[in-house]
């Protein structure tokens, strides 16, 4: 079980699209047992058919000289689309500024870039949980701090999509997860990829945050997209 655990944790790490080439140290933040228990993914009920679904997606149009990946919100009919067929990966469920206080997802979580400098150490799309992302000053940045940003970031005004106010398992929803490692992003919903990370031996170099709270999925998610449930 643990060699499958290994494998399947460096898939991701090598699945992941190529950023740069910065290092990033371990969140000190540990998951709990009842943590792991809560999120057992399989288990949620499914999220509402008129939520949006949230993807990632790579980015080569606006920033030319790499592959970023960033998240959008989209209907099921674009995520369907044969014209987009392998354009995006499904992260979970939630609702956008038509509806921002749908179901009590009133919470936005927003976007900003960073350009490759000394204050990074790489560059890039992230994003921020709750309040909008203001540059720190150039004497008091702190990379760990997940409600700032290095100072010559930019932040996008408008929220990427809305996050619920705190995790509820009851009625399905999550939080989703932004971690960093050997110069790669991704985003999960499944807390067992952290855990993995986290506690993989030898240590790798590794961070993460939590950047919402949203639906797992829905049951057509499920049903036909070929979802990724945790054992």
Same mark, same amino acid.
């Given at each position: %079980? *643990?060699?499958? %655990?290994?494998?399947?944790?460096?898939?991701? +790490?090598?699945? !992941? &699209?190529?950023?740069?080439?910065?290092?990033?140290?371990?969140?000190? =933040? =540990?998951?709990?047992?009842?943590?792991?228990?809560?999120?057992?993914?399989?288990? !949620? &009920?499914?999220?509402? *058919?008129?939520?949006? %679904?949230?993807?990632?997606? !790579?980015?080569?149009?606006?920033?030319?000289?790499? $592959?970023?990946? #960033?998240?959008?919100?989209?209907? @099921?009919? *674009?995520?369907?689309? @044969?014209?987009?067929?392998?354009?995006?990966?499904?992260?979970? #469920?939630?609702?956008?500024?038509?509806? @921002?206080?749908?179901?009590?997802?009133?919470?936005? /979580?927003?976007?900003?870039?960073?350009?490759?400098?000394?204050?990074?150490?790489?560059?890039?799309? #992230?994003?921020?949980?709750?309040?909008?992302?203001? &540059?720190?000053?150039?004497?008091?940045?702190?990379?760990?701090?997940?409600?700032?940003?290095?100072?010559?970031?930019?932040?996008?005004?408008?929220?990427?999509?809305?996050?619920?106010?705190?995790?509820? &398992?009851?009625?399905? /929803?999550?939080?989703?997860?932004?971690? *960093?490692?050997?110069?790669?992003?991704?985003?999960?919903?499944?807390?067992? +990829?952290?855990?993995? !990370?986290?506690? %993989?031996?030898?240590? /790798?170099?590794?961070?993460?945050?939590?950047?919402?709270? /949203?639906?797992?999925?829905? =049951?057509?998610?499920?049903?036909?997209? $070929?979802?990724?449930?945790?054992?």
């Amino acid at each position: %079980m *643990e060699k499958k %655990m290994k494998w399947t944790v460096w898939f991701l +790490i090598l699945a !992941l &699209p190529l950023m740069s080439t910065g290092c990033f140290h371990a969140s000190k =933040k =540990k998951l709990s047992d009842d943590d792991l228990n809560a999120l057992s993914i399989k288990n !949620l &009920p499914p999220a509402p *058919e008129d939520a949006q %679904m949230l993807v990632t997606y !790579l980015d080569n149009v606006t920033y030319s000289t790499k $592959n970023l990946p #960033r998240l959008k919100l989209i209907t @099921p009919q *674009e995520f369907d689309n @044969p014209v987009n067929a392998g354009k995006y990966s499904f992260v979970g #469920r939630t609702y956008g500024n038509n509806s @921002p206080f749908r179901r009590g997802l009133d919470l936005p /979580i927003h976007e900003y870039y960073a350009p490759l400098s000394p204050w990074t150490g790489r560059d890039g799309f #992230r994003y921020i949980f709750s309040v909008k992302c203001f &540059p720190s000053p150039a004497g008091s940045y702190n990379p760990d701090d997940p409600y700032s940003c290095a100072p010559d970031a930019r932040a996008y005004n408008d929220p990427v999509a809305y996050s619920a106010a705190g995790e509820n &398992p009851g009625v399905g /929803i999550v939080a989703l997860y932004q971690f *960093e490692t050997l110069g790669n992003v991704g985003y999960t919903t499944d807390a067992q +990829i952290i855990w993995g !990370l986290l506690t %993989m031996q030898p240590p /790798i170099p590794f961070r993460y945050k939590m950047i919402g709270y /949203i639906y797992h999925s829905s =049951k057509s998610d499920r049903d036909q997209r $070929n979802i990724f449930l945790s054992p």
